[in-house]
């Protein structure tokens, strides 16, 4: 295999750590952090903890892409990586951590490695999780956390009824 590449994306949220780390906990927030037109179709989705399984579908369009990650390094306040047990990508490791900067701030850093198949398997992969389309992912994530969290007057609660 060839050395993965990777992106990384680095930003301040104008909440508390335990705030961010909530947010990240919720089991439902992946529809939330995926930037349209792109739809999340949740499937089985354990709770945060090591060794835990997301099994979720994105969809581009009609076209389903199925993916299975493995959370590992789960800290719960200070971050986890999801590695890709199956799906598109030859290889995917996300690593999100987070970082106190005072009482009402949070550092985030997120960093995904990735490679993908060679070849005519590769295609879509290529086509879909390219270096451009990732760094707008990582961007668009942050807008979603900062406009959810700032400046929230009590800490993340995840949605009842979910």
């Not at 992946?30 to 089985?44: D, K, Q, S």
């Not at 070849?119 to 451009?132: D, I, P, Q, T």
């Amino acid at each position: 295999m060839h050395s993965p590449r990777s992106v990384e994306h680095t930003f301040t949220v104008g909440a508390p750590l335990a705030s961010v780390a909530a947010f990240h906990r919720d089991t439902a927030v992946l529809p939330r952090l995926t930037p349209p037109p792109v739809r999340v179709r949740l499937g089985a989705i354990e709770p945060l903890a090591e060794g835990s399984v997301s099994e979720f579908t994105l969809w581009f369009g009609p076209i389903p892409v199925r993916w299975r990650a493995v959370h590992t390094d789960v800290d719960p306040l200070h971050g986890f990586t999801d590695t890709q047990a199956s799906g598109p990508m030859r290889y995917w490791r996300h690593t999100h951590r987070f970082e106190a900067q005072g009482p009402s701030a949070t550092r985030v850093t997120e960093h995904i490695a990735y490679a993908h198949h060679p070849g005519m398997r590769g295609l879509a992969s290529r086509a879909l999780f390219n270096r451009v389309a990732l760094r707008l992912l990582l961007r668009y994530r942050a807008f979603v956390m900062r406009r959810a969290l700032t400046g929230a007057a009590a800490p993340y609660q995840p949605a009842l009824g979910r």
